[in-house]
């Protein structure tokens, strides 16, 4: 199995408050001041469902995450007392559509530094993957957030732009609440369908006898052993929602590798194999608050030809 494997980094973001000096899922970025921020200028070709502003997405969040904790505290049951509920805005409510038809400056998602992520790639002399999208829908991308992608050398910023825009409006799914990152490095194994047939049957069959009437303990290749769920740099990509595609680069063709994973959820269920131990009971297994989907994972690829050429997006 060793030719079918790769290492991959579990970046394991929590709740925090990192700063640009950092690694971080949804934290600061260290970009230049004299650097213009990003957007997506689509316009009409958004999807305009449900759109918020981030001010309101952070205080319905702030406002959940405090009832939490009173139940928590006193063993009391979870609710909202009558003046949260009176600030979070109806279950239908949508900011204006119009508001999409601007620019819309995108939204950090991650800043990975050399030093912290083992798997970490990029062209040589760079140090530093900053990872951004467009937090709205695009029809044409599968109903998915547009990624764009920055390398750059940390020690050339001299200057950091303090406050960088927001966007009017946003999908509550795609802005994630900043988390520091704990990055652990694993080694994963390849999608089931696309390893040999006859190893592939070999696993099917073990499979079959681990999870017989009489076993209580039977485990899943796919999603016990071989793949990590959760944000991830490196490793494989999990194709069980809709069997592998071709991901080959729109620019010179070559199939393309899995660059970042951005997860709906860092293990699946409740005592999930990938649930790290140092995580108490009823720890949420969604710290950032992305939902990709109905709780799938977006895969960001990248062309190993070269840098430059764009990247690539699947949810799965």
Not at 90 to 115: G, H, K
Not at 182 to 187: L, T
């Amino acid at each position: 199995m060793s030719e079918h494997s790769a290492t991959a980094t579990r970046l394991h973001p929590r709740p925090g408050r990192p700063t640009t000096a950092e690694s971080s899922v949804g934290g600061p970025l260290l970009w230049p001041a004299d650097e213009a921020w990003p957007v997506c200028g689509d316009g009409g070709t958004h999807d305009t469902f449900e759109l918020e502003t981030p001010a309101t997405v952070r205080r319905r969040r702030e406002i959940y995450a405090a009832a939490e904790a009173r139940a928590a505290a006193t063993g009391a049951p979870y609710h909202l007392t009558d003046d949260e509920q009176a600030e979070l805005p109806d279950a239908d409510f949508s900011e204006p559509q119009d508001l999409v038809n601007q620019p819309i400056p995108l939204v950090p998602v991650a800043q990975l530094y050399r030093r912290d992520i083992p798997d970490f790639v990029g062209p040589d002399g760079t140090d530093l993957l900053q990872v951004l999208w467009c937090p709205l829908d695009h029809p044409e991308e599968g109903y998915n957030p547009r990624v764009r992608l920055y390398w750059r050398r940390s020690s050339d910023v001299a200057h950091t732009l303090n406050t960088p825009p927001e966007p009017p409006v946003v999908s509550d799914s795609y802005l994630p609440t900043p988390c520091a990152v704990h990055p652990e490095q694993i080694r994963e194994h390849q999608y089931g369908r696309l390893l040999p047939d006859e190893l592939d049957a070999q696993i099917t069959a073990w499979e079959q006898d681990a999870n017989d009437d009489e076993a209580e303990d039977g485990h899943s290749y796919q999603f016990d052993l071989s793949l990590a769920p959760g944000w991830k740099v490196g490793g494989f990509a999990n194709w069980s929602l809709t069997d592998p595609q071709p991901m080959d680069c729109a620019e010179c063709g070559t199939a393309m590798t899995l660059l970042f994973t951005a997860d709906s959820s860092e293990w699946h269920g409740t005592g999930g194999s990938w649930r790290p131990l140092q995580d108490p009971a009823g720890t949420s297994s969604n710290p950032t608050d992305v939902s990709i989907g109905r709780g799938y994972a977006l895969y960001v690829f990248r062309c190993p030809a070269s840098f430059d050429h764009p990247p690539a997006t699947a949810m799965q």
